[in-house]
């Protein structure tokens, strides 16, 4: 009877030890918004491509639209808050290109040059708003992600002799 106790136990343990794997299926409804998220990514690279196009040939509140379309179907397209950047850069808003910059390095890959590309977009913001000393920092930051960044090069040189000048940037909380 002991016996045949032990053995029913042991039965029982190796059953529910048993590898089993189990299934889940999705919920048709799950489906359904994949495909939609899919089809506003394919959307939002549609529109940055259409908007760099414009942004290249100079038409930059055509390209805007785009940028904004993009992000509207992707909030986390960092390439459409860049070109977004650089586009309101050629309109002179550079307060609003900063904050597109970002929102650009917020969602980039991990890729050095990458970072290196927005860092130094958003220095040369900072530059021209004439927060010299903010900018000197983005351009540091871009050399040490990118040492052979010769734009940046440029750009620390430059803001040091307007330093040297006494054109002393504007004092800025950092917002990197």
Same mark, same amino acid.
């Given at each position: 009877?002991?016996?045949?106790? +032990? ?49 290249? +040939? ?39 290109? +900063?904050?597109s910059f970002k929102n650009a390095a917020k969602y980039a890959p991990d890729i050095l040059e990458t970072h290196a590309q ?49 054109k002393k940037g504007k004092i800025h909380p950092k917002a990197f």
């Amino acid at each position: 009877m002991v016996r045949a106790l +032990i053995i029913t136990t042991l039965l029982l343990f190796i059953v529910s030890c048993s590898s089993q794997t189990t299934v889940i299926k999705t919920h048709p409804v799950d489906d359904a918004q994949q495909t939609i998220n899919k089809g506003r990514h394919v959307s939002s690279y549609n529109h940055v491509k259409q908007g760099r196009r414009l942004y290249l +040939i100079g038409k930059y509140t055509q390209a805007t639209k785009h940028f904004i379309r993009a992000i509207t179907n992707n909030r986390e397209n960092w390439e459409a808050y860049y070109y977004m950047g650089l586009t309101q850069q050629k309109q002179n808003r550079y307060d609003r290109s +900063i904050s597109s910059f970002k929102n650009a390095a917020k969602y980039a890959p991990d890729i050095l040059e990458t970072h290196a590309q927005i860092t130094f977009a958003m220095a040369i913001s900072w530059e021209k708003e004439g927060h010299l000393e903010r900018a000197q920092e983005l351009y540091s930051k871009t050399l040490t992600l990118n040492p052979s960044h010769a734009p940046a090069k440029a750009g620390a040189e430059r803001v040091q002799i307007k330093t040297r000048k006494g054109k002393k940037g504007k004092i800025h909380p950092k917002a990197f």
